[in-house]
Protein backbone atom coordinates (compact mmCIF):
# COMPACT_ATOMS: atom_id res chain seq x y z
CA UNK A 1 0.00 0.00 0.00
CA UNK A 2 1.40 3.40 -1.00
CA UNK A 3 0.04 7.02 -0.05
CA UNK A 4 0.21 9.53 -2.17
CA UNK A 5 -0.28 12.94 -1.87
CA UNK A 6 -1.21 15.15 -5.17
CA UNK A 7 -1.19 18.49 -5.17
CA UNK A 8 -2.08 20.63 -8.11
CA UNK A 9 0.71 23.23 -9.21
CA UNK A 10 4.40 22.69 -8.27
CA UNK A 11 5.31 24.25 -4.74
CA UNK A 12 6.92 27.77 -5.67
CA UNK A 13 8.38 29.32 -1.96
CA UNK A 14 11.68 27.63 -1.55
CA UNK A 15 10.93 27.48 2.38
CA UNK A 16 7.63 25.51 1.92
CA UNK A 17 9.78 23.13 -0.42
CA UNK A 18 12.50 22.66 2.57
CA UNK A 19 9.50 21.39 5.09
CA UNK A 20 7.84 19.22 2.93
CA UNK A 21 10.98 17.58 2.00
CA UNK A 22 11.72 17.28 5.88
CA UNK A 23 8.38 15.88 6.53
CA UNK A 24 8.16 13.14 3.60
CA UNK A 25 11.85 11.97 4.78
CA UNK A 26 10.18 11.54 7.94
CA UNK A 27 7.14 9.65 6.61
CA UNK A 28 8.93 7.29 4.49
CA UNK A 29 10.38 5.93 7.70
CA UNK A 30 6.77 4.30 8.41
CA UNK A 31 4.87 4.20 4.55
CA UNK A 32 5.55 3.72 1.30
CA UNK A 33 4.98 7.87 0.48
CA UNK A 34 4.52 9.67 -2.58
CA UNK A 35 4.55 13.31 -3.22
CA UNK A 36 3.38 14.39 -7.13
CA UNK A 37 2.78 17.86 -7.87
CA UNK A 38 1.12 18.16 -10.94
CA UNK A 39 2.46 20.91 -13.16
CA UNK A 40 -0.06 23.49 -14.76
CA UNK A 41 1.82 24.99 -16.84
CA UNK A 42 -0.64 27.32 -18.60
CA UNK A 43 -4.01 27.33 -17.49
CA UNK A 44 -7.50 26.89 -19.46
CA UNK A 45 -9.55 30.18 -19.50
CA UNK A 46 -12.53 28.25 -19.09
CA UNK A 47 -12.76 27.35 -15.13
CA UNK A 48 -14.15 24.20 -15.84
CA UNK A 49 -12.25 22.78 -18.31
CA UNK A 50 -9.03 23.81 -16.44
CA UNK A 51 -10.64 21.67 -13.30
CA UNK A 52 -11.85 18.86 -15.77
CA UNK A 53 -7.91 18.98 -17.35
CA UNK A 54 -6.33 19.16 -13.89
CA UNK A 55 -8.78 16.25 -12.57
CA UNK A 56 -7.26 14.10 -15.84
CA UNK A 57 -3.69 14.17 -14.60
CA UNK A 58 -4.89 13.45 -11.12
CA UNK A 59 -6.46 10.25 -12.15
CA UNK A 60 -3.51 9.68 -14.26
CA UNK A 61 -1.81 8.66 -10.30
CA UNK A 62 -4.81 6.63 -9.10
CA UNK A 63 -5.88 3.25 -9.52
CA UNK A 64 -8.90 0.93 -8.90
CA UNK A 65 -9.42 0.35 -5.52
CA UNK A 66 -7.77 3.31 -4.22
CA UNK A 67 -9.12 5.39 -2.13
CA UNK A 68 -9.17 8.85 -2.99
CA UNK A 69 -9.77 11.57 -0.21
CA UNK A 70 -9.60 15.58 -0.64
CA UNK A 71 -8.45 18.16 0.70
CA UNK A 72 -11.67 20.50 1.45
CA UNK A 73 -12.97 23.68 3.37
CA UNK A 74 -16.18 21.94 3.82
CA UNK A 75 -14.48 18.67 4.48
CA UNK A 76 -15.15 16.60 7.82
CA UNK A 77 -12.69 17.57 10.53
CA UNK A 78 -10.73 15.73 12.68
CA UNK A 79 -8.31 15.87 15.59
CA UNK A 80 -4.79 14.22 15.21
CA UNK A 81 -5.73 11.12 17.38
CA UNK A 82 -8.76 10.34 15.51
CA UNK A 83 -6.95 10.94 12.05
CA UNK A 84 -4.74 8.23 13.28
CA UNK A 85 -7.33 6.04 14.09
CA UNK A 86 -8.95 6.83 10.52
CA UNK A 87 -5.75 6.18 9.05
CA UNK A 88 -4.58 3.19 10.99
CA UNK A 89 -7.82 1.40 9.82
CA UNK A 90 -7.15 2.14 5.67
CA UNK A 91 -3.63 0.35 6.44
CA UNK A 92 -5.59 -3.11 6.18
CA UNK A 93 -7.99 -2.09 3.32
CA UNK A 94 -6.61 -2.80 -0.12
CA UNK A 95 -6.24 -0.38 -2.78
CA UNK A 96 -3.79 3.06 -2.13
CA UNK A 97 -4.50 5.91 0.01
CA UNK A 98 -4.87 8.95 -2.33
CA UNK A 99 -4.80 12.57 -0.93
CA UNK A 100 -6.02 15.27 -2.98
CA UNK A 101 -5.10 19.28 -2.47
CA UNK A 102 -6.21 21.44 -5.17
CA UNK A 103 -5.91 24.61 -6.76
CA UNK A 104 -7.98 27.91 -6.27
CA UNK A 105 -10.50 26.64 -8.08
CA UNK A 106 -11.19 23.92 -5.66
CA UNK A 107 -11.93 20.08 -7.76
CA UNK A 108 -14.07 18.84 -10.57
CA UNK A 109 -17.11 18.11 -9.12
CA UNK A 110 -16.98 14.27 -11.27
CA UNK A 111 -14.23 13.86 -9.45
CA UNK A 112 -15.26 14.47 -6.02
CA UNK A 113 -18.55 13.17 -5.69
CA UNK A 114 -19.00 10.22 -3.49
CA UNK A 115 -15.21 10.86 -2.03
CA UNK A 116 -14.74 11.54 1.62
CA UNK A 117 -13.05 14.81 2.44
CA UNK A 118 -11.70 16.44 5.07
CA UNK A 119 -10.84 20.12 6.44
CA UNK A 120 -7.43 20.68 7.71
CA UNK A 121 -9.38 23.75 9.32
CA UNK A 122 -12.08 26.62 9.46
CA UNK A 123 -9.63 29.27 8.90
CA UNK A 124 -8.18 29.11 5.04
CA UNK A 125 -4.93 28.23 4.54
CA UNK A 126 -2.60 28.97 1.16
CA UNK A 127 -2.65 25.92 -1.28
CA UNK A 128 1.38 25.95 -0.72
CA UNK A 129 1.26 26.00 3.01
CA UNK A 130 -1.20 23.38 3.14
CA UNK A 131 1.17 20.74 1.75
CA UNK A 132 3.31 21.17 4.44
CA UNK A 133 0.24 21.33 7.45
CA UNK A 134 -0.77 18.06 5.33
CA UNK A 135 2.77 16.18 5.73
CA UNK A 136 3.14 17.02 8.86
CA UNK A 137 -0.06 16.00 9.85
CA UNK A 138 0.33 12.66 8.21
CA UNK A 139 3.88 12.31 9.92
CA UNK A 140 2.15 13.14 13.25
CA UNK A 141 -0.42 10.05 12.65
CA UNK A 142 1.75 7.97 12.16
CA UNK A 143 4.01 8.91 14.94
CA UNK A 144 0.39 8.31 17.05
CA UNK A 145 -0.18 5.06 15.62
CA UNK A 146 3.55 3.53 16.54
CA UNK A 147 2.86 4.90 19.80
CA UNK A 148 5.67 7.70 19.60
CA UNK A 149 6.63 10.74 21.63
CA UNK A 150 6.10 13.01 18.77
CA UNK A 151 2.41 13.93 19.59
CA UNK A 152 1.00 15.67 22.60
CA UNK A 153 -2.78 16.13 23.44
CA UNK B 1 -2.22 50.89 18.47
CA UNK B 2 0.02 47.99 18.05
CA UNK B 3 -0.60 43.96 17.47
CA UNK B 4 1.82 41.88 19.31
CA UNK B 5 2.27 38.38 18.70
CA UNK B 6 3.99 36.30 21.68
CA UNK B 7 5.46 32.75 21.28
CA UNK B 8 7.12 30.85 23.94
CA UNK B 9 10.66 29.42 22.78
CA UNK B 10 12.51 30.71 19.84
CA UNK B 11 12.15 29.31 16.47
CA UNK B 12 14.36 26.37 15.66
CA UNK B 13 13.46 25.71 12.05
CA UNK B 14 15.23 28.06 9.56
CA UNK B 15 12.99 27.04 6.97
CA UNK B 16 9.83 28.12 9.44
CA UNK B 17 12.01 31.26 10.31
CA UNK B 18 12.19 32.85 6.47
CA UNK B 19 8.47 32.47 6.30
CA UNK B 20 7.47 33.95 9.70
CA UNK B 21 9.54 36.95 8.29
CA UNK B 22 7.92 36.61 4.92
CA UNK B 23 4.53 37.45 6.79
CA UNK B 24 5.65 39.94 9.02
CA UNK B 25 7.39 42.19 6.23
CA UNK B 26 3.66 42.02 4.79
CA UNK B 27 1.44 42.69 7.73
CA UNK B 28 3.89 45.44 8.52
CA UNK B 29 1.66 47.38 5.84
CA UNK B 30 -1.03 47.16 7.42
CA UNK B 31 -0.46 47.30 10.79
CA UNK B 32 2.22 48.33 13.54
CA UNK B 33 3.41 44.42 14.41
CA UNK B 34 5.60 43.15 17.18
CA UNK B 35 6.58 39.48 17.27
CA UNK B 36 7.85 38.15 19.92
CA UNK B 37 9.88 35.22 21.28
CA UNK B 38 9.89 34.85 24.69
CA UNK B 39 13.93 32.81 25.10
CA UNK B 40 13.38 29.54 27.52
CA UNK B 41 17.34 28.82 28.20
CA UNK B 42 16.37 26.47 31.00
CA UNK B 43 13.24 25.41 31.58
CA UNK B 44 12.26 24.60 35.18
CA UNK B 45 11.89 21.17 36.37
CA UNK B 46 8.35 21.57 37.71
CA UNK B 47 5.79 22.25 34.96
CA UNK B 48 3.56 24.97 36.79
CA UNK B 49 6.83 26.72 38.23
CA UNK B 50 7.71 27.09 34.49
CA UNK B 51 4.56 27.85 33.43
CA UNK B 52 4.32 30.49 35.95
CA UNK B 53 7.35 31.94 34.73
CA UNK B 54 6.85 32.22 30.84
CA UNK B 55 3.48 33.91 32.29
CA UNK B 56 5.39 36.52 34.02
CA UNK B 57 7.54 36.99 30.64
CA UNK B 58 4.35 37.26 28.42
CA UNK B 59 3.07 40.17 31.37
CA UNK B 60 6.25 42.59 30.91
CA UNK B 61 5.06 42.97 27.08
CA UNK B 62 1.56 43.94 28.20
CA UNK B 63 -0.24 46.85 29.71
CA UNK B 64 -3.24 47.36 31.78
CA UNK B 65 -6.00 47.84 28.87
CA UNK B 66 -4.57 45.34 26.28
CA UNK B 67 -6.05 42.27 25.34
CA UNK B 68 -4.86 39.29 25.66
CA UNK B 69 -5.83 36.20 23.01
CA UNK B 70 -4.59 32.68 23.51
CA UNK B 71 -3.78 30.43 20.34
CA UNK B 72 -5.31 27.48 22.12
CA UNK B 73 -6.66 23.96 20.71
CA UNK B 74 -9.99 23.99 23.13
CA UNK B 75 -10.38 27.84 21.82
CA UNK B 76 -12.73 29.36 19.49
CA UNK B 77 -13.18 28.53 15.75
CA UNK B 78 -13.07 31.02 12.71
CA UNK B 79 -13.34 31.31 9.36
CA UNK B 80 -11.02 33.74 7.83
CA UNK B 81 -13.39 35.98 6.96
CA UNK B 82 -15.00 36.46 10.77
CA UNK B 83 -11.56 36.26 12.27
CA UNK B 84 -10.73 39.62 9.68
CA UNK B 85 -14.44 40.60 10.92
CA UNK B 86 -13.47 40.30 14.40
CA UNK B 87 -10.25 41.87 14.39
CA UNK B 88 -11.33 44.96 12.57
CA UNK B 89 -13.51 45.92 15.56
CA UNK B 90 -10.47 45.48 17.80
CA UNK B 91 -8.90 48.02 15.89
CA UNK B 92 -10.96 50.69 16.82
CA UNK B 93 -10.57 49.84 20.65
CA UNK B 94 -8.09 51.24 22.68
CA UNK B 95 -5.07 49.19 24.01
CA UNK B 96 -2.98 46.65 21.94
CA UNK B 97 -4.04 43.17 20.45
CA UNK B 98 -1.74 40.38 21.98
CA UNK B 99 -1.90 37.41 20.68
CA UNK B 100 0.27 34.56 22.55
CA UNK B 101 1.09 30.84 21.64
CA UNK B 102 1.99 28.56 24.23
CA UNK B 103 5.05 26.21 24.56
CA UNK B 104 4.08 22.21 24.53
CA UNK B 105 3.22 23.06 28.37
CA UNK B 106 0.37 25.12 27.43
CA UNK B 107 -0.24 28.12 29.31
CA UNK B 108 -0.52 29.32 33.24
CA UNK B 109 -4.03 28.43 34.47
CA UNK B 110 -3.91 32.31 36.14
CA UNK B 111 -2.72 34.10 32.94
CA UNK B 112 -6.05 32.56 30.62
CA UNK B 113 -8.11 32.96 32.75
CA UNK B 114 -11.05 35.40 31.57
CA UNK B 115 -9.20 35.56 28.14
CA UNK B 116 -10.68 34.68 24.84
CA UNK B 117 -8.74 32.09 22.91
CA UNK B 118 -8.90 30.59 19.17
CA UNK B 119 -7.84 27.71 17.83
CA UNK B 120 -6.64 27.30 14.73
CA UNK B 121 -7.92 24.27 13.91
CA UNK B 122 -9.11 20.74 15.40
CA UNK B 123 -5.90 19.25 14.73
CA UNK B 124 -2.65 19.62 16.62
CA UNK B 125 0.05 21.29 14.77
CA UNK B 126 3.72 21.90 15.93
CA UNK B 127 4.14 24.81 18.73
CA UNK B 128 6.85 26.39 16.19
CA UNK B 129 4.19 25.74 12.46
CA UNK B 130 1.94 27.06 14.29
CA UNK B 131 3.56 30.81 14.58
CA UNK B 132 3.95 30.28 10.13
CA UNK B 133 0.30 30.13 10.16
CA UNK B 134 -0.97 32.39 12.66
CA UNK B 135 0.47 35.46 11.06
CA UNK B 136 -0.34 34.26 7.44
CA UNK B 137 -3.73 34.35 8.71
CA UNK B 138 -2.98 37.72 10.09
CA UNK B 139 -1.57 39.28 6.96
CA UNK B 140 -4.62 37.56 5.31
CA UNK B 141 -7.63 38.89 7.90
CA UNK B 142 -5.64 42.48 6.64
CA UNK B 143 -6.51 41.72 3.38
CA UNK B 144 -9.55 41.27 3.59
CA UNK B 145 -10.16 43.89 5.96
CA UNK B 146 -9.02 46.26 2.87
CA UNK B 147 -10.79 44.39 0.33
CA UNK B 148 -7.67 43.62 -1.72
CA UNK B 149 -7.96 40.33 -3.68
CA UNK B 150 -5.08 37.95 -1.60
CA UNK B 151 -8.03 35.50 -0.06
CA UNK B 152 -10.73 33.50 -2.11
CA UNK B 153 -13.66 31.90 -0.06
Known amino acids: MVIKFICTG ?3 EAYLITGIQLYIKRLKHYVRFE ?3 IDIKKPLPDKLQQLKSESQSILKHCQPGDTLIFLDDKGKSYTSIKFAEWISKQLHKP ?3 IFVAGSAYGFDAALVKDSP ?3 LSSFTFTHQMVRLIFVE ?3 RAFTII ?3 KY ?3
Chains 1, 2 share one sequence.
Request: hydrophobic letters at 25%.
Open 95 to 97: GNL
Open 35 to 37: FIE
Open 151 to 153: HHE
Open 146 to 148: KNE
Open 117 to 119: SIS
Open 10 to 12: KTQ
Open 137 to 139: QLY
